[in-house]
């Protein structure tokens, strides 16, 4: 499974962007899909997943209630949209897929994904 990952950019706090995550078959019932960022000089941490089904979510606190996880299944196309920009959201992000074998509990804990896309950058200043 090939993930790409798009939509990100420069922009200013407050602003909202909405990033894209594509995968080159259809994936998206298969395995749950989640967002993973790495900001310069820091760790990769984990952002938001989707499972799936499509019916459960879960976010990062530093993330929750500015970032929405959604998924559109014709496109094979999981989404991240992401308001209220901090200069602290700042970083490259990834998607990734975890197969079934992988527990809720692994997946919201960042564990289990083993289908990574290439990042895009965003930046936001302040």
């Known amino acids: 499974v090939q993930l790409q990952a798009s939509g990100g950019g420069a922009v200013q706090a407050g602003a909202s962007l909405r990033l894209s995550c594509a995968a080159s078959k259809r994936t998206s019932t298969q395995y749950a899909t989640g967002w993973f960022r790495q900001a310069p000089g820091k760790e990769r941490e984990f952002v938001a997943v989707?499972?799936?089904?499509?019916?459960?979510?879960y976010y990062a606190d530093s993330v929750k209630g500015r970032f929405t996880i959604s998924r559109d299944l014709s496109a094979n196309t999981v989404y991240l949209q992401m308001s209220s920009l901090k200069s602290e959201d700042t970083a490259i992000y990834y998607c990734?897929?975890?197969?079934?074998?992988?527990?809720?509990?692994?997946?919201?804990?960042?564990?289990?994904?083993?289908?990574w896309g290439q990042g895009t950058l965003v930046t936001v200043s302040s």
């Open positions: 990734a897929k975890a197969p079934k074998t992988a527990t809720w509990a692994t997946v919201i804990q960042g564990f289990g994904y083993i289908y």
């Open positions: 989707i499972s799936r089904s499509g019916g459960s979510t």
